[in-house]
């Protein structure tokens, strides 16, 4: 199924037809993650092998938990949209989607952590998920994490001067 979608706030329902992996309960764990660890754990279990590859390393449901947190932490007023889903054969599922919130606390970034700039933040991910038995094994994940940064005057692209030395 592909097509794609408007922002949803944290809590609305948004409906993506007859799938066969449910996006949108992905993305509903990732912004709105039970207080409660064991209870958040089970969340991910429910949804995530233990461990799941990320990126090729593994990475226990604990430290997905872990993760959801720091994100929760960062972004204040989380609404998401899903951009387009592929589904293909041999388990993959390809999502592409917009995180957007108040940048309100220390960003992870594969830059280094980010102090809170009070912008808002919209990043734009791309997942390629593999599904094994129904949840999710594998991850290959890619961001845009400059041109979030660059939005929100966190990081400042200098331009290059032809000739300069």
Same mark, same amino acid.
């Given at each position: 199924?592909?097509?794609?979608?408007?922002?949803?706030?944290?809590?609305?329902?948004?409906?993506?037809?007859?799938?066969?992996?449910?996006?949108?309960?992905?993305?509903?764990?990732?912004?709105?993650?039970?207080?409660?660890?064991?209870?958040?754990?089970?969340?991910?279990?429910?949804?995530?092998?233990?461990?799941?590859?990320?990126?090729?390393?593994?990475?226990?449901?604990?430290?997905?938990?872990?993760? /959801?947190?720091? +994100?929760? @932490?960062?972004?204040?007023?989380?609404?998401?949209? %899903? =951009?387009? &889903? *592929?589904? !293909? $054969? #041999?388990?993959?599922?390809?999502?592409?989607?917009?995180?957007?919130?108040?940048?309100?606390?220390?960003?992870?970034?594969?830059?280094?952590?980010?102090?809170?700039?009070?912008?808002?933040?919209?990043?734009?991910?791309?997942?390629?998920?593999?599904?094994?038995?129904?949840?999710?094994?594998?991850?290959?994940?890619? /961001?845009?994490? +400059?041109? @979030?940064?660059?939005?929100?005057?966190?990081?400042? %692209? =200098?331009? &290059? *001067?032809? !000739? $300069? #030395?």
């Amino acid at each position: 199924m592909s097509g794609p979608r408007g922002l949803v706030a944290d809590g609305e329902a948004e409906q993506h037809g007859a799938m066969a992996f449910d996006v949108d309960r992905l993305l509903r764990l990732w912004t709105e993650l039970p207080a409660d660890d064991a209870v958040a754990a089970a969340a991910f279990r429910e949804l995530y092998t233990d461990p799941v590859t990320v990126n090729g390393a593994p990475v226990a449901l604990t430290g997905l938990v872990v993760r /959801a947190r720091a +994100l929760q @932490a960062a972004l204040d007023r989380v609404e998401r949209e %899903v =951009v387009d &889903v *592929v589904e !293909g $054969g #041999g388990g993959k599922v390809a999502v592409a989607f917009r995180l957007r919130g108040r940048h309100t606390g220390t960003l992870s970034t594969s830059a280094g952590p980010v102090p809170a700039t009070g912008e808002v933040v919209e990043l734009r991910v791309i997942d390629v998920l593999t599904l094994t038995d129904g949840r999710i094994s594998e991850i290959w994940m890619v /961001a845009d994490e +400059l041109g @979030a940064l660059v939005g929100t005057g966190a990081v400042r %692209v =200098v331009p &290059v *001067v032809a !000739g $300069g #030395g």
